[in-house]
């Protein structure tokens, strides 16, 4: 299929982004056709075009005392679809939707602190709806918290605490919150006795996957050389540790043991069978710009394969790859479906047992539709084809033929980590526990690129302007590169947290691994390089920050989230087209946008609760870029528009 | 005190035959995949077995590497003969020392009677 025809298509019914290559590469015939395309596209794919005549639904919120309620969230879900839209109220308490098709509606709109209030309406061509809401409240405000909501009002002045204001929080963070969002863990109550079995269970988990002694096999194979260190950064623990049969514990084992008395105390305490005279302390519902935005959430089916979505109908295909290597396509997935499990009733609190069970990678395609990947890691190529990993090797998905291909790693060598790369020459890149792949698909050839810094955890990687890939080393503190045409490695260092007051024998703990950190290690996890400019932007996930590296000079520079904020978990920033970084938040539900112009953070709310989003993209075919989210609870994805209408 | 309580959890053993902490097959007759709730009280109370249970109770390729599984998923508990809602209700509310932590703490009661009812059809 051309991509004139891809054209053609898309000023009849697909999105407007079908006309962006064609433009692109020149040919004369499309061109004409562009602009019709965008506008077609532009309507139909129901953006929020402000015109007071085109809204569908709009209402006003009240609380029972009458008072309009600002930054409150209304959604709507059209019955047998599996799209749900959301917005929120201004500060006279109103709402608008933007155009919606016809159908019978079911609506609820809620906030923290509020009943949420339910409605059904009917829409018919052409004609405008009224809903107002009056949310009474909610007494059992616990139930609603979003995920930082329950660390800001945790105490911090314990006695677990020792003297430093917020210790306990940040050693429950970096020693559950990998795994576990902290509604997850905090709505429970236990006595100590089974808070302690439930630290033994944690403890034994968690040192299954701790080097040297893990199933990752870190990096012996690759490197093909015997391998003795045994602590993250290389070398032996400074201190000995042992469990009860004399070996030597692992790096996250040691962390939970250390912290062991104190996290049974510290919960027994505040989550134990006494009430603890908790504050509840809720963020300030979201306002002006925050507010102003539209959410369409799109249900995810079953199945750990490739979804393609139309972002326009919400339609889902999925491509499976058969075991003799051919591709199944599959118009109607089923979906699992059940409306208390999903996060949109957030007095439902937080669901998933896990954090990734879900939707884990999105990417938004150069031909009108979002590709949702298997596993973790995920680029396009530049024809546009979908690379991630899975069967032993990197996989692309040929987006206009519809198949995979899969190339796979040579018998023996260690597995794919987390981060997945291309770079311009199409050359597919991923972290692995030594350091970075690469692979020349001409060829088919892997070519490791090792570490300066051993058992670093190389996590997630990006692939800058330069063809540098970039990979974050968890458990050390380090952003390691690879200049793909020198082939010369190096690393940048993120310095200690020295901000955040902790004991000399806090300071004393040694590094840790994925799951469990020192409190003042930051964690960079995930990165992306900006594709127009000359910087790589990391996240530190424990830490709470993002860093920004220059990919020539490598300058470092740092930016806190501030406030509560630090508890989110920022997951993977991207950079969009008007140099603003957006920041999945995992441990809150938010969508964090950075401007380095004016470093300044601004956080714009998701309505699924627990949502626990992870690798984002950006739809840059827009006048204002559009970001995509991946929840991995709720069993969604979500596009987030903005709008410029400040009245709506 | 331990007395009586260790007679309920002698009793709760027998109700459910648990076994030690280990990863085994579900038994022999016994349905692989849970069974789908039909009303909002059962859709209930699968979302309270995602949010208190799943951790031990459902498996997984990661939970089986690291030793980490339950010794049964409940996949057609109900259909034992010596299950009752009261034994079921008893075991969430106690828990098993040093197996399960108690939920009296953290489930209302109208959360157990959502979960008893989804238990009822997993």
Known sequence: ?648 | MRFPYQVICLVLLAVFGWLPAAPRAQGAGTPSTPGVPKTDQQKSGEAIFQQNCTLCHVFSGDKKRFNVQSSTELIGLYKRPTVTDEAVRTLILVGMPGRMPSFRYTLAAREIDDLIAYLKIR
């Open chain 1, 1 to 648: 299929m051309s991509r004139f025809r891809l054209c053609v298509l898309g000023a009849r019914s697909a999105p407007k982004r079908y006309c962006q290559p064609a433009k692109a590469s020149g040919i004369s015939r499309a061109k004409p056709l562009a602009g019709l395309c965008l506008v077609a596209g532009w309507l139909v794919a129901g953006l929020p075009v402000e015109s007071q005549s085109q809204r569908s639904i709009g209402g006003v919120v009240t609380s029972s005392d009458g008072k309009p309620l600002e930054g409150a969230a209304v959604s709507t879900r059209a019955e047998g679809s599996t799209m749900t839209t959301s917005v929120w109220t201004n500060q006279q308490g109103e709402y608008s939707f933007p155009p919606l098709p016809d159908g019978r509606y079911r609506m609820w709109a809620q906030a923290v602190r509020f009943t949420l209030t339910r409605a059904e309406q009917t829409l018919a061509v052409g004609k405008e709806v009224r809903q107002n809401f009056t949310l009474p409240p909610y007494a059992d405000v616990w139930r609603q918290l979003d995920d930082i909501e329950w660390f800001e009002s945790l105490p911090d002045d314990t006695p677990e605490d020792r003297g430093m204001p917020g210790r306990m929080k940040r050693v429950l963070h970096y020693n559950c919150g990998t795994c576990h969002n902290s509604g997850y863990l905090f709505a429970k109550r236990f006595s100590a006795a089974d808070w302690e079995l439930i630290h033994t269970h944690m403890s034994n988990l968690t040192s299954r996957a701790d080097p040297p002694y893990d199933d990752e096999g870190i990096t012996n194979k690759a490197r093909e050389t015997e391998y003795t260190d045994e602590a993250p950064g290389g070398g032996t623990f400074a201190s000995p540790m042992l469990d009860a049969g004399g070996k030597p514990l692992g790096a996250q084992k040691r962390l939970m043991e250390f912290y062991k008395k104190d996290i049974i105390a510290y919960l027994t305490r505040v989550r134990g069978p006494e009430a603890y005279p908790m504050a509840w302390r809720t963020l300030p519902r979201p306002t002006g710009d925050a507010a102003n935005i539209v959410v369409t959430e799109y249900d995810v089916p079953e199945g750990g394969t490739l979804n393609r979505l139309d972002p326009k109908t919400g339609r889902m295909t999925q491509f499976t790859l058969g075991r003799d290597g051919g591709t199944a396509r599959n118009d109607t997935p089923a979906y699992y479906l059940n409306e208390y499990r999903n996060g949109s009733d957030w007095s439902r609190g937080i669901r998933n047992q896990f954090q990734e069970i879900g939707q884990h990678d999105l990417k938004v395609g150069r031909d009108g539709y979002v590709y949702l990947p298997p596993g973790i890691g995920r680029d396009l190529d530049p024809q546009g084809n979908v690379w991630f990993s899975g069967a032993g090797g990197g996989v692309k998905f040929d987006v206009k033929a519809e198949t995979f291909t899969v190339y796979p790693l040579p018998k023996g060598w260690e597995g794919f980590e987390n981060g997945k790369g291309v770079d311009s020459q199409g050359r597919f890149w991923a972290a692995t526990a030594a350091g970075a792949y690469r692979l020349d698909p001409r060829t088919g050839q892997y070519t490791l690129f090792p570490s300066v810094t051993p058992l670093g955890r190389p996590y997630g990687l990006t692939v800058d302007r330069e063809d540098k890939a970039w990979f974050a080393q968890i458990a050390v503190d380090k952003i390691g590169y690879v200049d793909g045409r020198t082939g010369d490695v190096g690393e940048v260092t993120l310095p200690p947290i020295a901000d955040e007051p902790m004991t000399d024998e806090d300071r004393k703990t040694e590094r840790g691994w994925t799951w469990n950190q020192p409190i003042y290690g930051k964690g960079p996890r995930r990165l992306q390089a900006d594709p127009r400019g000359d910087y790589v932007w990391a996240s530190s996930y424990f830490g709470g920050l993002l860093s920004r590296i220059h990919i020539r000079t490598k300058q470092l520079t740092e930016y806190k989230l501030p406030g509560p904020y630090r508890f989110g978990n920022p997951y993977e920033p991207v950079v969009d087209k008007n140099g603003i970084v957006w920041v999945s938040m995992s441990n809150a539900d938010l969508l964090a946008r950075f401007d380095p112009r004016t470093e300044r953070f601004t956080f714009y709310p998701i309505p699924t609760r627990g949502h626990n989003a992870r690798n984002i993209d950006v739809d840059n075919t827009p006048a204002i870029p559009e970001v995509w989210v991946p929840y991995q609870a709720g069993g969604k994805v979500a596009r987030v528009q903005f709008r410029t209408n400040p009245a709506r």
